[in-house]
């Protein structure tokens, strides 16, 4: 008996970004705003994070519907038919439900139907994360175009009394197209997790507790600020590095740096560790649109490439960290 060769699908050797779409919340929250509760100030704010207000969605408004606007603009800038892309990835925490994806329901309203669909639960390291994957897609064949998304309406989980995180949070979404390319144009990715600092930042209790609860408060986000802080500045700046060394290129070559928009005082650390010159250009988007999470790097690189169109072509380091604690890290083409 002849054994029958398996026929495997052959996609593109190299891949890029081909667009990047956006939308943030409509409200400008200022730190006036949200300062009384948690017995703070618009100075406090400032010289701790950087925000200087942040973007927040309207109640009718839910992260699906943001996403949906950042992917049809995306799609549009790709010059691509929605039925050309063959996966949908969305990297978000702020679902409404637990199952069916978030991605699912986007697939369906963008027309990528039938598109594999799926969310990501890697909180801000999520974008990256989504990039990798859709970068391992199209050169293995499972998809000609993947729609990547980070979505989050974090207001939801907002508590206006805590003074960890809740104030620095915004609500948005970012889009990217990415497909297949002549020459590389997404770098090898540098990942990981450690869950030994898994309750450094997340839900401040299971749903299970909040369904429990007689008085039915919803689970909302804190952090162990200092943790976060010391882990994102020590820890992350060496991935970046290792990122630079995987896509064998040196910090004088970048166009931009683009960090998660976690906190002003951490992008500014990261940019002297990485010892940048002055040529490249740092996305600090986090002090009008506040930390989107999963939408932060690619809201922060619309922006840069908005303000500044001779970025297009030029290379941008990108690196996510967050809840898990989870980090995702590569070298991108901007486009």
Same mark, same amino acid.
């Given at each position: 008996? /002849? /054994? ?54 309207? #109640?009718?408004?839910?992260?699906v519907d943001l996403a949906e606007a950042a992917a049809r603009e995306a799609i549009a800038k790709a010059g691509i038919d929605p039925t050309e892309i063959g996966a949908v990835i969305v990297s978000t925490i702020s679902n409404v439900v637990q199952t069916p994806s ?5 697939? @369906?309203?963008?027309? $990528? ?11 801000? +390291? ?5 990039? #990798? ?65 898994? @309750?450094?930042?997340? !839900? ?8 429990? @609860? ?5 689970? /909302? ?7 976060? &802080? ?26 931009? &740096?683009?960090?998660?928009? +976690?906190? !002003?005082?951490?992008?500014?650390? &990261? ?9 490249? !250009? ?38 996510? &960290? ?6 995702? $890290? ?6």
């Amino acid at each position: 008996m /002849t /054994t029958p060769t398996l026929q495997q699908a052959v996609g593109s050797p190299f891949t890029r970004i081909y667009s990047v779409g956006a939308a943030r919340g409509e409200l400008v929250v200022s730190n006036d705003d949200i300062a009384g509760p948690i017995d703070s100030s618009d100075e406090w704010i400032r010289q701790r994070t950087g925000v200087i207000t942040r973007k927040r969605a309207g #109640a009718d408004v839910q992260a699906v519907d943001l996403a949906e606007a950042a992917a049809r603009e995306a799609i549009a800038k790709a010059g691509i038919d929605p039925t050309e892309i063959g996966a949908v990835i969305v990297s978000t925490i702020s679902n409404v439900v637990q199952t069916p994806s978030l991605a699912a329901l986007l697939a @369906d309203r963008v027309g $990528a139907t039938p598109a594999a669909a799926y969310d990501v639960s890697a909180a801000c +390291a999520g974008y990256t994360y989504g990039i #990798a994957q859709a970068d391992a897609f199209v050169r293995a064949g499972l998809a000609r175009y993947v729609l990547v998304v980070g979505a989050e309406k974090l207001s939801d989980f907002a508590k206006p009394t805590d003074r960890t995180i809740s104030f620095l949070l915004g609500d948005g979404a970012g889009a990217a197209i990415v497909g297949p390319s002549d020459t590389p144009g997404i770098s090898a990715t540098v990942w990981g997790s450690d869950g030994s600092k898994w @309750d450094a930042v997340g !839900m401040d209790r299971p749903f299970k507790e909040a369904f429990d @609860d007689p008085d039915g408060e919803y689970p /909302t986000l804190r952090q162990e600020g200092q943790t976060v &802080f010391r882990w994102a500045v020590w820890e992350m700046a060496k991935v970046a590095q290792q990122a630079l060394d995987a896509a064998g290129v040196t910090s004088d070559q970048l166009a931009a &740096f683009i960090p998660h928009q +976690a906190n !002003m005082r951490i992008i500014d650390e &990261f940019a002297k560790q990485l010892k940048l010159p002055d040529t490249v !250009m740092v996305a600090r988007d986090i002090e009008t649109t506040g930390n989107t999470s999963a939408a932060s790097i690619p809201l922060a690189t619309h922006r840069l490439l908005e303000e500044h169109p001779e970025l297009s072509g030029g290379l941008a380091l990108q690196i996510g &960290f967050g809840a898990g604690l989870v980090f995702g $890290a590569q070298v991108v083409r901007l486009p």
